[in-house]
């Protein structure tokens, strides 16, 4: 009888070492893989560059980007010839489209929709409704998750977002591949993000699913390849140059890349009074 | 038994040993943080009671020829190896193990640091008809940079003095010029505290340094400037121009051997809303002599193939 209590001692003791072995070898897994994803894009760097005395660790460097390409998006239920302008920082989480869509055969449409952390509003010109007579801005707050997600989705929000969602942040292996999933948080609350890498790292696929199948329009898929450094100044981030959204299985945007810059300092996204306003209504 | 509390004593004393040796081999290693640094010692005062603002302050908060001060002063501060935050929106900056296997060679170097200095969330907001402007500034900083060109880099830019000389009426600040990462003119200013008033705008000539006065707020020195001719950005990245009608008002606190400066610039030409730059710290530098200053004499920008950057 002692002898079998022992053994199932001995077995209980050896299944917990196993599991706490097991939890301690996903953690450096999850650190090593996001570490690389994040060295593949170049976004890791260390801040003491001519300073012989000073060995700081490396940071998260992206913050804001700018990205102009062209190629062809939905317009109801069509694709036609799209010029695509967005400006994006994540401090804060913000982002401005603006896009210049022609059917063919049909005059230009001219958009620019824009999202900051709880605001979103369309604006007839870049800055619109920031100063009295210069533009118009239309609050468009039911847009701010449709917007947000968007930001969220581009590879450096993914690498972003599963460093922030830290141990809710799993690494599994499909079909050879790396895969990322982990939980959105704030405004983007209920909606899980599933990441697919390439051999180099690199972020190659994107799938979000929400909580609630009543979200449908958050489900989207994204497929990021060619990346480079497609910056005029060159900074050795390495960003895609082609990028293609799905909505439903449906292309909604293909676009080429022609040049995306890293933190310019001058992409800003104040937000006009009236949007502010219309919030608190 | 007491053979034993001498093996314990003497095993004790040698892990004591241990710890302090550690502790000080720490305390010469390198700086693992950029965080501002922390005040010591108690702050002078001048006979009239003001706290005495005179000495050399340069170093940990604000040598311009270090990046991670220039990092903290543009907002990011690394407070160890786990934790980092944007001192502007309180952020928190993902922070990675420090990779030893991949040292960078000059270009890349130059790119990161072009990175990092952009990297802070602390804007001016100007007004919409200018964003494209600053950014084309920004762009081509490298022809358009006025500082590149051997000119004072004016106020606020100058930020912390180096030197600043107290007396009863008066505050003196120098600012040596830079030869090598960031060029720049030697800049003094002489600023009264006797209560004198402003001249009107519309009678001052424009000036790198304005017409500066100051007085004191508590414990604080305000230097209020206006009168600026347009030929400086103001700072040190960015592409931030201004144009004559910019008026600075700047802060200095000295706390023991700290000194903490912020400057608020309202410009209603250019800018939508007034701007306060991330505070920045100097480490009082007792004994240490201004260097002399290294003339600025611009010979790269004809040899300058690329727009990067530093």
Redesign the interface.
Known sequence: MRTRTAATLLLLALVSALAVQSAGAQAPDRARVL?AA??AVGM????????A????????????MELVGSGTSDMGGRLVKTDYHVAL?Y??AAMRVEMTRTPEGGAAQHTIQTVRDTYAWDES????G??PG??TATPMNAAVQERLLQLWTLPFGVL?GA??AGDKTTVSTEGGATVLTFPLTGQLAGITVKATLDARNLVTKVETRPDNPARANMAIEADYSDYADHA??????KTPGHIVRKQGGRTILDIQIKSW????????F?VPPNVKTAATR | MRANSRIIATAMALVFAGAALLAQEARRGPRTVNAPPKPAGTTPRTADGHPDLTGVWNGLGDNLNGVPNQLANNGIVIESDTVAHDLHSGQAVTVFPRNTNRPLNNEQAERAASLLRRSGSNRPIYKPEYWDMVKYNDHNANEEDPSNNCMPAGIPRGAIPSYIAQYPNYVFFVYPGQGGLIATQTMYRMIPTDGRKHTPLQELDGSYTGESIAHWEGDTLVVDSWGFNSNTWFDQIGGYMHSENMHVIERLTRNGNTLTWTATVEDPDYLLEPWTTTPRVALLRPGAMLPESQPCSERDLAHVVTKEHH
Not at chain 1, 44 to 51: E, L, M, T
Request: net charge negative; hydrophobic share 40%; proline share 8%.
């Open positions: 570490r994040a060295d890791v760097r260390w801040s003491d560059i001519g300073a005395d000073v060995r700081l660790p490396g940071i998260d460097i992206v913050n804001t920082g401090n804060p010109q870049i800055g619109a920031l100063v210069k533009g972003k460093l922030f005029e100044v060159l900074t050795d981030i810059e890293t933190n310019d300092p001058y992409l800003v104040p």
